[in-house]
């Protein structure tokens, strides 16, 4: 059954950007500051932006002849009046595409292509990507413009292009519904990024949702950090909209550097930082933050990736701050889930039982219009009664907190930016010295983030060196942005495990990886399971379950998550509670009930991760290290080859005891025998 937001339904009015922005009389006045350049101190007030965003639009207009639907791309970092540019291209009843300015020139030549942009706005230092690009997509010079006064080489300041005309408000022209607002793009796990097509609606929709949230909490005396990028979504929707429309300064940071982002929240008295998981990660740890005066922020939002408990403490404790969280994507405007900020006041932070489990479904007026061009990716993310897919497992606990646990889709997420694998895979299959190549994220809690992490096997006759890595670093590097180079490092394997139809098994790789760096807590872990086996009285057992759950506490997050999902012999009902120092694998009696309670741990002896490798073709799934551990068990008889499967012989010679007391036919002979084999039976674990 679809469970509704807790919050009131909110009216949202049928009009167009431009109209819901600026048609209106507000409260704090024409005079109002509500952009700063956090570098050079200029401001603008809300009459200037609105003034600066219909003269540009009536340039565009008039000189260009830009007719509805035309697409304008910008391709540059934060500006203090970058979001003036794209409100001007709304006045002017076209749609606006930002694009990372990171990317190198194949990457925007994919976007512009994809898009059919017209013309492009860019940085100075930016034009040799902007023109390259342009030439290959057939976009004129003249339709390249750029940001500041000064004219670079051919190229003219955007400002050259107003005119003393104002547009007027296209509220004829645009149909909010239906008309494209920005086409974001959001890159796919099948490879390059995919057009997002977000209306007017979606806009204007998620903009009044998120001002709900926090509306008796926010006032016009409130300032934004603006350092998350505006051509993310996050920071286009949430920041620019949010912060004009309820009259919030918004200090724009160029990119985020940490003494810039402390300086300004210092000078400008910053009340509401936006931020991401590996700038809370810096404010928690580095210790330049105690040179500046950060009293003024009263609270900080992260988004854009996965944000751990243990951070959120650091943080708090050492700024007296809070820290709230945020879920969206980039197709639903982007935010859907956000905390209160009357729930983060009272400083409870905790975790429940994970309940039942499933992907996250979203309907709402801030849902995407779908993907441009792409009816098959449009009917695999929407269902038939118009929920979209967002690819996210979570869980909703009794009180509606939703807490989201993994993800179905592949994306790697690098400090908010998505990356994805298949793109990566393919420009590392097109090296000759590449035979096969699999990427996956891997958490590094150094830099609170997602690495991208390469597993390549090299082609027949190369050999796997230390110079082919920065052969491959260096070549990837030529070839795609900064936040998709191969972080994580390069590590060389005989094989990528894939599916019998062919896709890699990423999950394998990515335990696989973590297996090895984190050994030894993955080893701890297992020798307090044997502890806590081996502990039949109360001391004892006191003693091994406290081993057991400081070892578990040592693991990784991720390892973590890994052994909630799939306890190591964990029984299929082992719902009751155990006293302290109780013997966890056998079964006790409850006095209470008058039944005895299944062990908590069965007597299997493979792990779940390990068992679920067997029940795959060994050959093509597992890693090498573990192929040859496999293979040596066989080796010594633990298990053997059932056609192209892995069967422990232990389960087998079981069998044959159970036919034999039951009075069937058995291969043992005497009891003595008997006795034996049953205590060969005795539960053994391997670490991994």
């Not at 009459?47 to 260009?64: C, I, M, N, T, Y």
Request: proline share 6%; with cysteine; aromatic share 10%.
């Amino acid at each position: 059954m679809p469970l509704k937001s807790k919050f009131e339904d909110i009216d949202i009015p049928n009009t167009d950007i431009p109209s819901f922005l600026f048609n209106r009389s507000p409260d704090f006045g024409e005079n109002h500051p509500v952009l700063f350049d956090a570098h050079s101190g200029k401001y603008l007030t809300f009459g200037q932006v609105r003034e600066a965003s219909q003269r540009f639009g009536a340039g565009l207009q008039d000189r260009w002849n830009w007719k509805k639907n035309d697409v304008f791309c910008i391709f540059s970092p934060n500006q203090y009046d970058y979001t003036v540019v794209a409100w001007g291209v709304h006045f002017a009843a076209g749609i606006v595409t930002p694009s990372n300015p990171a990317y190198q020139v194949g990457e925007l030549v994919h976007q512009l292509v994809s898009s059919n942009a017209k013309a492009i706005i860019a940085l100075p230092q930016l034009l040799s990507v902007v023109t390259e690009a342009a030439r290959k997509v057939g976009i004129p010079k003249d339709r390249i413009i750029l940001f500041g006064d000064k004219k670079v080489e051919d190229f003219e300041p955007w400002k050259n292009l107003w005119t003393s005309r104002r547009a007027n408000y296209p509220k004829d022209k645009i149909d909010p519904t239906r008309d494209v607002a920005f086409l974001a793009f959001s890159s796919g796990t099948t490879g390059l990024p995919k057009g997002v097509m977000l209306s007017h609606r979606n806009i204007i929709a998620n903009t009044l949702q998120t001002i709900r949230v926090d509306e008796h909490n926010t006032t016009v005396k409130d300032r934004y950090m603006a350092c998350l990028p505006l051509f993310h979504i996050y920071g286009l929707t949430t920041l620019a909209h949010v912060g004009i429309y309820q009259g919030i300064g918004l200090v724009v940071l160029q990119r985020f550097e940490l003494a810039l982002f402390c300086k300004a929240v210092q000078k400008y008295k910053v009340t509401y930082a936006h931020i991401v998981p590996p700038i809370v990660l810096l404010l928690a740890k580095d210790p330049s933050i105690k040179n500046y005066d950060l009293s003024s922020l009263r609270m900080i939002n992260s988004g854009a990736a996965p944000l751990t408990k243990e951070l959120v403490l650091e943080a708090h404790e050492r700024l007296g701050i809070p820290v709230k969280q945020g879920y969206g994507l980039t197709e639903t405007s982007p935010t859907t889930h956000a905390q209160k900020w009357d729930g983060v006041n009272g400083w409870r932070v905790y975790e429940v039982p994970a309940g039942k489990e499933g992907e996250l479904w979203l309907r709402g007026p801030n849902v995407m219009l779908g993907y441009l061009n792409n009816p098959e990716a449009n009917s695999r993310s929407f269902t038939k009664d118009g929920f979209f897919k967002t690819g996210d497992v979570g869980r909703v606990d009794t009180h509606g907190n939703y807490y989201i646990t993994d993800r179905i889709k592949e994306l790697i997420k690098y400090k908010g930016f998505q990356v994805a694998p298949a793109e990566l895979e393919g420009l590392l299959l097109s090296h000759p010295k590449v035979g096969d190549a699999g990427v996956v994220g891997v958490y590094s809690s150094s830099v609170a983030s997602e690495l991208p992490l390469a597993f390549i096997v090299p082609a027949p006759g190369v050999s796997a060196s230390d110079n082919l890595v920065k052969e491959l670093v260096a070549f990837m590097n030529e070839r795609v942005a900064p936040h998709k180079r191969l972080r994580g490092g390069i590590k060389f394997v005989q094989v990528i495990p894939k599916s019998p139809s062919g896709k890699i098994l990423r999950r394998v790789l990515q335990f696989e990886c973590l297996f090895r760096v984190n050994s030894k807590y993955t080893r701890n872990y297992i020798l307090s399971l044997r502890l806590l086996q081996k502990s039949t009285n109360m001391p004892a057992g006191l003693v091994a379950q406290k081993a057991h759950l400081k070892a578990f506490q040592n693991l990784p997050t991720q390892l973590q998550y890994f052994f909630r999902r799939f306890p190591p012999n964990l029984g299929t009902n082992a719902t009751h509670k155990y006293p302290p120092g109780s013997n966890p694998f056998k079964s006790s009696h409850n006095h209470t009930t008058k039944k005895w309670n299944e062990p908590i741990y069965s007597l299997r002896r493979q792990s779940d991760l390990h068992k679920l490798a067997l029940q795959h073709n060994v050959a093509d799934l597992l890693p090498t290290m573990r192929r040859q551990e496999i293979e040596s068990k066989v080796m010594k008889g633990t298990i053997r080859w059932k056609g192209r499967k892995a069967v422990n012989t232990r389960d087998e010679r079981k069998e044959r005891v159970k036919k034999a007391l039951v009075g069937q036919q058995s291969t043992i002979r005497s009891r003595n025998s008997l006795k034996s084999f049953m205590r060969g039976l005795r539960w053994r674990r391997d670490p991994f």
